[in-house]
Structure formats: C-alpha cells, structure tokens
C-alpha cells in the first residue's frame, strides 16, 4: 500500500533550519509530485510548493520563496522540505502529501505530519 | 496568487441533515478544485477532485459540483463520522491555494 511515513517532531530556536523527511512506499517515486502542506496550530491549510520526484522541478506559494527548499533522493525514495530562518510563527505540523494521479493535481495520499515548534 | 473563499465559516447541523458547503475561487478555474476533510489530530483526507470526482472509497453520500468560479460540496444525508472540517483546494495554478475551511459540528 501507498505510505509516507515522515520524520519526527522537531523544537528550533528563532533563526535556525528545520530539515523534514517524508519516505515514500508503495509506489514508482518517480512517477508523482510530493507537496508540502503546513497547519498552524488551530489554524486551517497552507500550501508550501510542490516538487517533481521526476526531476525535481519545483513550484513554491510566493510567501515561502525565498526560505523553503525542497529536494528528493530517488535512491531512497525520500523528499526532504527545508526551511530556513525559522520564526515563532513557523511553529506548525508539516505534512508531506502525494499526487493521487499525475493530472489533475490532488493531494491523495498524506503522511502523518510532523510538529515543528520554534521557540525560544 | 488565487484566492479562494468558502462559506460558511462553520455550521451546526444534525445526523441526517443534507449539507452543502460553498467556495469561491478569485478567478477562474475551470474544475480544479479539490475538496478535503480533516479531523481533529489527523492528515486531511481527499474527498472530491476536479469538482465532482470521488476517489476509490469515498463514501457517494459526498459529491461536488461547479466550474468557473463557484463551486459546492454537498453531503446527502451527515452521518456522525462526518462532523469534520471541509477544505477546498485549487489546482489550476501552479500555486495551489486552500480555502479558510468550514467546521461542521453539532
């Protein structure tokens, strides 16, 4: 069965990097995107950028620009979303999310999320 | 960016009741839209995409409707495991964007 087992919770300080995995099973890697998608807490979706597991093209929202970067390792089937210069409002559960089919876009398989938590 | 509005914010509703929920793209978007429901503490789970397509498993109570700008979810007849919040998603942009969400509760 199609999985996205995604790595554990994380605390960062103000101005740090988070690195965040989502391994994937079940399925030809290459053949989907893998979307980032972040909930504040109580707060509703938010849509980070998409990345090809083919080759890696990316599309990110215009507020994440310049401070995400997401990459893939096909060898491990793994897609990693990094974010930079974290703030106390990054503070959020990321989840990492699979295309169901190659078009139209949809976000049909979700991993279980990963709390990110940046305080000081 | 797209902007996309649903409507309403949250509603109250009883087992049994037919529930349609709203959501407004800021342009044009063809039948791009997704729609999720997300439970408290879990993954959101998709529901409906290109408007009006169930995915394998998805109870037929749920279908989606609409094209352009206006589209709406409606579930038939709300069973307790329906009590959920409701998300619609565009994907005509490369930019995808969710709506704010609508809470259906009790």
């Known amino acids: 069965q199609i999985q996205l087992v995604q790595s554990g919770p994380e605390v960062k300080k103000p101005g740090a990097s988070v690195k965040v995995s989502c391994k994937a099973s079940g399925y030809t890697f290459t053949s989907y995107g893998i979307h980032w998608v972040r909930q504040a807490p109580g707060q509703g979706l938010e849509w980070m950028g998409r990345?090809?597991?083919?080759?890696?093209?990316?599309n990110y929202a215009q507020r994440f620009q310049d401070r995400v970067i997401m990459t893939t390792d096909t060898s491990t089937k793994t897609a990693y979303m990094e974010v930079r210069s974290l703030r106390v409002d990054d503070t959020a559960v990321y989840y990492c999310a699979r295309d169901l089919q190659q078009w139209p876009i949809s976000n049909g398989y979700w991993g279980q999320g990963t709390l990110v938590t940046v305080s000081s | 960016d797209i902007q996309m509005t649903q409507s309403p914010s949250s509603l109250s509703a009883s087992v049994g009741d037919r529930v349609t929920i709203t959501c407004r793209a800021s342009q044009s978007i063809s039948t791009y839209l997704n729609w999720y429901q997300q439970k408290p503490g879990k993954a959101p789970n998709l529901l409906i995409y290109s408007a009006s397509s169930l995915p394998p498993g998805v109870p037929s109570r749920f279908s989606g409707s609409g094209s352009g700008t206006d589209f709406s979810l409606t579930i038939s007849s709300l069973q307790p495991e329906d009590f959920a919040t409701y998300y619609c998603?565009?994907?005509?942009?490369?930019?995808?964007?969710f709506g704010a969400g609508t809470r259906v509760e009790i």
């Open positions: 990345i090809s597991a083919y080759n890696g093209n990316t």
């Open positions: 998603q565009q994907s005509d942009s490369t930019a995808l964007s």
